[in-house]
Every structure is written in structure tokens, then in C-alpha cells.
């Protein structure tokens, strides 16, 4: 039997799985497509991971690395729904709740010692940050608006901030003495294997990574950030900020870049509270509150201090919010800031936020306030500059009449993963940091200075040239102008621009329109297209992937969740992506006080319906096509009727939104006429949903409102979110007596 692989995930998309699995699996029967769970949840990924820690009854697959082998299959088709990338506090939580529960876990420790915390710290440490991703993506991505999301939003526009041309609103970068000015890059001429290495200025040599292997064409780049020069523009933004009379915020990728944006992070809350660090400093880094967990860890640590300091230290807080300018809020109402947990806020969504939102953060006050947003490293700051300077000239964008930018994006075989993995370093000394060849020769060098950062990454050719092929796909098959987000002032991007010059001439691209920009001169010419109702291919990195993936989507349709995201896997496999899941935790917050969850599961539909045309094609099932078919009329219907949850308790939520898709579904598979066969299966379930509607709805909705108990918030009890996620016992006998 065919097998779709749908991943069990965290959070709102855990829950939200919970009520739409069975639906999936009863239709998916009907066509002899058998769909099967692996679970890549944060917890569950801790549990595979220390299994000898823990009972044989315990004990789980290692279900990521499984699902990595498979994607470098041609069987391959994964539905990948959102997870946690955990930062270093929420990988902590899971540790406590999973002990809670009886797990026999190690803690995380901060400052290992000893053989056994080194390994500890090292396993938790592959679990923390986008460690899901990087293992499935064996290809690069194709993310766009399908016809039917972006009509629906024509249609419906959604609420755009009024922009003013006095806005105070922008960008602050380093542009000097950081990753992107600093960046060295070079083409491996041959296969080899390379060695990071620190060499002191007394000539003594550290091996930081050794054994880095790298195929012949791979591009590979090093580059520094250098601690001294960012804590000097951290303290000017501070006081630029305060000057201004604007918010002070900070946007960092702490997740993605899981090593390098933390210790970034804990610059910025450095700065903000100067005069505490100088004063406290020594003890507080002493008990491990150096920042880099946020401003919540330093509260949350101030019992391990003596009372003194402990008051002390409350104190200059205190202080630091009434002399520093005000901060950018992540909860006015319960006093959460920007500086509170680094994945609070990344860069990704919470600028196209602040841009929607007439360039405005909310202040402590719950009242919205142009805002200095920070982003140290000057690779992408541009581009959030330019949008904010065209809308200050122009005005918000209107969703109605704006084109549309999908992207293209590099991130195959783990492409341009900056600052997220074992090639990323903190200095503690002067020196050089070089990567050698084999043969002891120095690819690169960089001086290096205590609290720089190092990176290292790589780039595949073969990911490259499928990346071009896959842009040029995507042009010809829209007719649409495609752009390479490429700077030939940078090195890595230099690297990449021979490269694809010498692929495009391979192809075809007769009658296309392809260009190369730097960053900031493609967002110029893609949005003054945006806004002649033009549309615009974006061909990125990795990094601009997930910047733009989330960026052009929430001012075009309000929400990057409902993108169709596929991956065509360099194997011939399929990996479907079901969009973004930043705002899961608020939307469980709800259910778990109100039994009301408003998580849209929009992006999960567009997903599974090309995983059931992409496992037609594999598996030459004509019924799989048909499924797949119709559940895209469906979910057109579905935006037609304006069926996505609602926000408020007692109105419709996730679970009446599931009820009528599948019911939708249902319909369209009993009116298709390509398989009568599938017709004659359907009609009698499209009939008894619709007939059952006034009953499914009243125990659908009549749940709502009642404190709900799941047994966990990372490591739920199965049966309790099982009984909280289907509660109509009407639709649960539908839907469990028609799968084969």
C-alpha cells in the first residue's frame, strides 16, 4: 500500500493533527493510501535521544533520522508540519516537564565538566534550534501563494497599519566588523577534507572542527563578527533610541542560528542594562546569567544569588528601564519585553509584523510606537530597510491589488546554515582562526579577538544547480520574472554568481526574464512591481528563504501560514511543508483556558493535497490524484464560505473548520465523475455530514468555553488531547466507521 508519512510535531499543529489525522486516514483509505505517523516533536526528539537514560518502556525510535535516510528516496513523501526550534530555555522546560512525568533525563548543563556532562550538553545541543529541518530538507524549496489563498485575500483584504511619512521607524545595522563585511569564500577545486583551527598568538594551535568533508565545487566561507565593535554599536543604538523617543528592539534568529544569534542576543540585553553588567557582571555570570537566555533566565535565576545582589540587581533593572529608551513589547500586559527570551522575537516574522502594523511595536503601555529595530548583522538588514522606506514614501500596501513574491530557495543538503551548527565558535583569546586543506594549506584566514564569533558553512554544488534549474522551472511554468538575491560584493554571493551564470547558460531560459540584484536593489525592484500588481520570483539563499517566506506572505495574505511549501527532493521524493507555526504557542494558551483553538490549519490542506497528486505520479494511482484534486476545490470552497477559525471562544474554531473541509471534500469526491467508484464510497458520507451538520456544530462548539487539562504542554497525554481535539461524538462515528 502507497504511504504518506505525516509527522507529529508541537504545540497548536500537534493539537490540530489530533482532529484532522483521522479524517485524513479514513479518505486516504478509500484510494489504498495507507497514512503513517513519525514523531519529531521536541520531546520526543529528547526522549530518542537519551534513551539509554531512560526504561525499555520508555525508550522511542529515533524517528528524525529515520525520516532523513528516507528523504534521500525516491519513495519519499513527507507531510512536515511545524516545530519547535527550541532556544535554550524552552529546550529546558521540556527537560523539567518530561522529568515531571517520570523520564530520568540528564539536565542541561551550561557549563559542563567532565566526559559525561560534555557528551549531555553535546546531544542536547543537536536537539536545540532548527535541528529538524536541516536533516529532512535533501532538497531546496518552492514556496508560494496557491491561486485560491491568494484570491481569497484579494478578496478579503486583511487590516494594514495607515503609514506615515514622519515615521521615525527603522533599521539599525553594523555594516562593518561583521558576518557579511568580513566574509571570506572559495570554491573547492577538488574533493578534500578541511580542519578549523585557532592558532594563538604565541603559535599554538587548537583544532576547533577537523574532518569537515566537501565534495569538489562546494562553495565554503568563513567570516567573524567581532564582540568589541558590536558592543559599541549595541550602546549607540541604546542611546540613538532613547534620543529619538522610539522603541529599542532587537531581531535575531536564535533558533535558526541556534549557536552564533544567542551570545548576539545576550549582547544586545547587555547593552540595554549597561550599568547592571558592570556592576553585577562577575556574579551573575558566576550563577550563568550572562544574558544570552534573556532578561527572563536573570530573573528567574536571582534566587541562586546572595540577597544583596539579588536586590541589587532588581534595582538597576528597575533602573535600566527608566534611563535606557523605552523597549519594544512582546506582552504589554504582563510586562514581557524584547529582551526577555531570544525566541521570543525572530527576525523573520516579527519585522513583517512590525511593518504590517504601520511600522510600530507596542510599548509597555499596550499602544503601538515607532521603533529602532536592531539587527546587527548587516547581511538582510537592508531589505527590511527598503520596505520600510517605500512604505514611508508610498503608504501600506494594499492586499487587494498587490502582486506576489514566491521564492525559490537554496537550503538542500544543509546549504548556508550560518551560526546554527559545530562550525560556529566564541572565541576566548587573540589569535587567527584559519580552515586548512589536507595538506596543511590555508584556505582562509581571520584575526580573531575574545567574544568574537566564527562561522563556518558550506554549499553544494549539486544543490546549487538544482536550485537554478528549479528557478527557471518556475519562471517558465508562471511567466514570471525570476531574481537572484545575489551581492557580488559579498564573498559567498560572488562565489554563487559564477555559478549561476554558468548553469542558466545550460538552460533554456529563451523568452524568460532573469536577473541577478544584490538584496536590497531585488526588494526595490520587487516591490515597486508588488505594488503595479506584479508578481516577482525571489531566488534565494537559505537564509532569505525563511526572511522572505515570511516577509512578502504576511503583507500579501496576512499570515505566512498559508503558503504552499514543497520541496522536490534531489532523490525524486517529496517533502510538503504546511507554513510557519510562530504564533502556536498563544493559540494553545486558549485552548488549554478556553477550549477554543483558532490555529488555521489552511497551510495543512494545500500541503496534503500536492503530496496526494506527487504520490499519484509515484505510485501510478489514479485514485491518489483524485483525492488530491479535490481536496484543493475543496479548500477553495472551504475560503470561499469563509470557514478558517475564528479568535473568540464559542465561535468557530479549528475543529468546526476541520468538520467542513472534510465535508467539502466529501462532496466534491461524490460529485467527481473520473472515478465512479470513489463517487459511490463518498456519497453516502457527504450525505450524512451534511445532514448531521446542526448536531456535529452544536457538540463541536457546545466544548468550547471550559478550562481544558492535557497532561502536559511539550509532552501531552495522547488520550487527553485526543479526547479534547475530537469532541463530537457525531463526526468521530462518520469518520471512524467509513476508514477501511
Known amino acids: 500500500?502507497?504511504?504518506?508519512?505525516?509527522?507529529?510535531?508541537?504545540?497548536?499543529?500537534?493539537?490540530?493533527?489530533?482532529?484532522?489525522?483521522?479524517?485524513?486516514?479514513?479518505?486516504?483509505?478509500?484510494?489504498?493510501?495507507?497514512?503513517?505517523?513519525?514523531?519529531?516533536?521536541?520531546?520526543?526528539?529528547?526522549?530518542?535521544?537519551?534513551?539509554?537514560?531512560?526504561?525499555?518502556?520508555?525508550?522511542?525510535?529515533?524517528?528524525?533520522?529515520?525520516?532523513?535516510?528516507?528523504?534521500?528516496?525516491?519513495?519519499?513523501?513527507?507531510?512536515?508540519?511545524?516545530?519547535?526550534?527550541?532556544?535554550?530555555?524552552?529546550?529546558?522546560?521540556?527537560?523539567?516537564?518530561?522529568?515531571?512525568?517520570?523520564?530520568?533525563?540528564?539536565?542541561?548543563?551550561?557549563?559542563?565538566?567532565?566526559?559525561?556532562?560534555?557528551?549531555?550538553?553535546?546531544?542536547?545541543?543537536?536537539?536545540?534550534?532548527?535541528?529538524?529541518?536541516?536533516?529532512?530538507?535533501?532538497?531546496?524549496?518552492?514556496?508560494?501563494?496557491?491561486?485560491?489563498?491568494?484570491?481569497?485575500?484579494?478578496?478579503?483584504?486583511?487590516?494594514?497599519?495607515?503609514?506615515?511619512?514622519?515615521?521615525?521607524?527603522?533599521?539599525?545595522?553594523?555594516?562593518?566588523?561583521?558576518?557579511?563585511?568580513?566574509?571570506?569564500?572559495?570554491?573547492?577545486?577538488?574533493?578534500?577534507?578541511?580542519?578549523?583551527?585557532?592558532?594563538?598568538?604565541?603559535?599554538?594551535?587548537?583544532?576547533?572542527?577537523?574532518?569537515?568533508?566537501?565534495?569538489?565545487?562546494?562553495?565554503?566561507?568563513?567570516?567573524?563578527?567581532?564582540?568589541?565593535?558590536?558592543?559599541?554599536?549595541?550602546?549607540?543604538?541604546?542611546?540613538?533610541?532613547?534620543?529619538?523617543?522610539?522603541?529599542?528592539?532587537?531581531?535575531?534568529?536564535?533558533?535558526?542560528?541556534?549557536?552564533?544569534?544567542?551570545?548576539?542576543?545576550?549582547?544586545?540585553?547587555?547593552?540595554?542594562?549597561?550599568?547592571?553588567?558592570?556592576?553585577?557582571?562577575?556574579?551573575?555570570?558566576?550563577?550563568?546569567?550572562?544574558?544570552?537566555?534573556?532578561?527572563?533566565?536573570?530573573?528567574?535565576?536571582?534566587?541562586?544569588?546572595?540577597?544583596?545582589?539579588?536586590?541589587?540587581?532588581?534595582?538597576?533593572?528597575?533602573?535600566?528601564?527608566?534611563?535606557g529608551p523605552a523597549l519594544a513589547m512582546v506582552d504589554s500586559d504582563k510586562g514581557i519585553t524584547n529582551l526577555h527570551v531570544p525566541s521570543d522575537v525572530i527576525v523573520d516574522a516579527s519585522m513583517p509584523a512590525m511593518i504590517r502594523t504601520s511600522g510600530q511595536m507596542w510599548n509597555a503601555a499596550g499602544e503601538s510606537q515607532d521603533t529602532l529595530a536592531v539587527i546587527p548583522d548587516s547581511s538582510y538588514a537592508g531589505v527590511y530597510q527598503a520596505v520600510i522606506e517605500d512604505c514611508r514614501a508610498n503608504g501600506a500596501y494594499d492586499p487587494s491589488t498587490m502582486g506576489d513574491v514566491p521564492n525559490v530557495g537554496l537550503m538542500a543538503q544543509k546549504a548556508e546554515e550560518y551560526g546554527s551548527h559545530d562550525k560556529t565558535f566564541e572565541l576566548d583569546a587573540n589569535g587567527h582562526v584559519q580552515i586548512v586543506d589536507s595538506k596543511g594549506s590555508v584556505l582562509m584566514e581571520h584575526q580573531v579577538f575574545p567574544g568574537d564569533i566564527w562561522r563556518a558553512c558550506q554549499a553544494k554544488d549539486l544543490p546549487i544547480r538544482n536550485w537554478v534549474e528549479l528557478a527557471v522551472e518556475r519562471a517558465r511554468d508562471s511567466q514570471t520574472p525570476a531574481v537572484f538575491w545575489l551581492d557580488e560584493a559579498r564573498a559567498h554571493d560572488a562565489e554563487l554568481i559564477k555559478k549561476v551564470k554558468t548553469y542558466l547558460a545550460d538552460l533554456d531560459t529563451e523568452g524568460l526574464v532573469i536577473e541577478i540584484m544584490s538584496p536590497v536593489d531585488a526588494t526595490k525592484y520587487s516591490i515597486e512591481r508588488i505594488r503595479r500588481g506584479e508578481d516577482t520570483i525571489s531566488v534565494t539563499g537559505n537564509v532569505l528563504r525563511d526572511y522572505n517566506t515570511d516577509l512578502f506572505p504576511i503583507l500579501e495574505l496576512g499570515t505566512s501560514a498559508k503558503m504552499l511549501s514543497v520541496v522536490p527532493l534531489l532523490a525524486g521524493g517529496g517533502l510538503f511543508e504546511t507554513g510557519a507555526g510562530g504564533s502556536a504557542p498563544k493559540h494553545v494558551q486558549q485552548l488549554v483556558s478556553e477550549n477554543h483553538l483558532r490555529w488555521d490549519s489552511l497551510g495543512e490542506f494545500l500541503a496534503l493535497a500536492v503530496s496526494f497528486e506527487k504520490l499519484a505520479k509515484q505510485d501510478e494511482n489514479p485514485q491518489a490524484k483524485i483525492l488530491g484534486v479535490t481536496l484543493d476545490a475543496a479548500t477553495g470552497t472551504f475560503l470561499d464560505q469563509n470557514r478558517s477559525p475564528l479568535r473568540k471562544v464559542g465561535q468557530l474554531d479549528n475543529r468546526g473548520s476541520h468538520y467542513w473541509l472534510v465535508r467539502y471534500w466529501a462532496q466534491e469526491l461524490a460529485t467527481q465523475t473520473e472515478d465512479t467508484a470513489l463517487a459511490a464510497a463518498f456519497a453516502p458520507v457527504a450525505k450524512e455530514l451534511a445532514q448531521q451538520e446542526e448536531t456535529i456544530l452544536s457538540e463541536l462548539n457546545g466544548a468550547q468555553g471550559v478550562a481544558v487539562e492535557l497532561g502536559g504542554y511539550y509532552h501531552p497525554d495522547e488520550d487527553k488531547v485526543a479526547a479534547a481535539m475530537r469532541p463530537s461524538a457525531t463526526l468521530n462515528a462518520i469518520i471512524d466507521g467509513f476508514k477501511k
Open 1 to 323: 500500500m502507497a504511504q504518506i508519512i505525516y509527522t507529529h510535531t508541537d504545540e497548536a499543529p500537534m493539537l490540530a493533527t489530533h482532529s484532522f489525522l483521522p479524517m485524513v486516514e479514513a479518505f486516504a483509505s478509500q484510494a489504498g493510501v495507507e497514512i503513517q505517523t513519525r514523531d519529531i516533536s521536541l520531546a520526543g526528539r529528547i526522549i530518542a535521544t537519551f534513551a539509554d537514560y531512560l526504561s525499555p518502556e520508555q525508550q522511542v525510535a529515533d524517528s528524525l533520522t529515520e525520516l532523513g535516510e528516507l528523504a534521500k528516496t525516491p519513495e519519499a513523501n513527507i507531510v512536515k508540519l511545524p516545530n519547535i526550534s527550541a532556544s535554550v530555555p524552552q529546550l529546558k522546560a521540556v527537560i523539567a516537564e518530561l522529568k515531571a512525568q517520570g523520564y530520568d533525563l540528564p539536565d542541561y548543563p551550561d557549563d559542563p565538566s567532565g566526559d559525561v556532562e560534555t557528551d549531555v550538553r553535546a546531544r542536547y545541543d543537536k536537539i536545540k534550534g532548527s535541528a529538524v529541518n536541516p536533516v529532512l530538507r535533501e532538497g531546496n524549496s518552492d514556496r508560494r501563494a496557491p491561486l485560491s489563498v491568494k484570491n481569497y485575500a484579494k478578496k478579503h483584504p486583511h487590516s494594514m497599519g495607515a503609514w506615515s511619512s514622519e515615521s521615525k521607524t527603522n533599521v539599525a545595522t553594523m555594516g562593518q566588523d561583521d558576518f557579511r563585511s568580513n566574509e571570506k569564500s572559495v570554491t573547492m577545486p577538488a574533493a578534500d577534507t578541511l580542519t578549523i583551527r585557532f592558532v594563538a598568538e604565541n603559535g599554538a594551535t587548537k583544532v576547533l572542527k577537523d574532518k569537515i568533508a566537501v565534495l569538489e565545487g562546494e562553495v565554503v566561507d568563513g567570516t567573524v563578527l567581532h564582540a568589541a565593535e558590536l558592543d559599541e554599536f549595541l550602546a549607540a543604538q541604546v542611546v540613538r533610541a532613547k534620543e529619538e523617543g522610539i522603541l529599542f528592539s532587537a531581531h535575531l534568529k536564535a533558533t535558526m542560528m541556534k549557536v552564533s544569534d544567542p551570545i548576539i542576543f545576550g549582547h544586545v540585553v547587555r547593552a540595554y542594562f549597561s550599568e547592571l553588567f558592570e556592576v553585577y557582571g562577575k556574579q551573575l555570570a558566576a550563577a550563568g546569567l550572562n544574558g544570552n537566555n534573556g532578561l527572563a533566565a536573570i530573573l528567574a535565576g536571582l534566587d541562586e544569588l546572595p540577597e544583596d545582589v539579588r536586590e541589587g540587581v532588581k534595582e538597576l533593572i528597575e533602573k535600566g528601564y527608566q534611563d
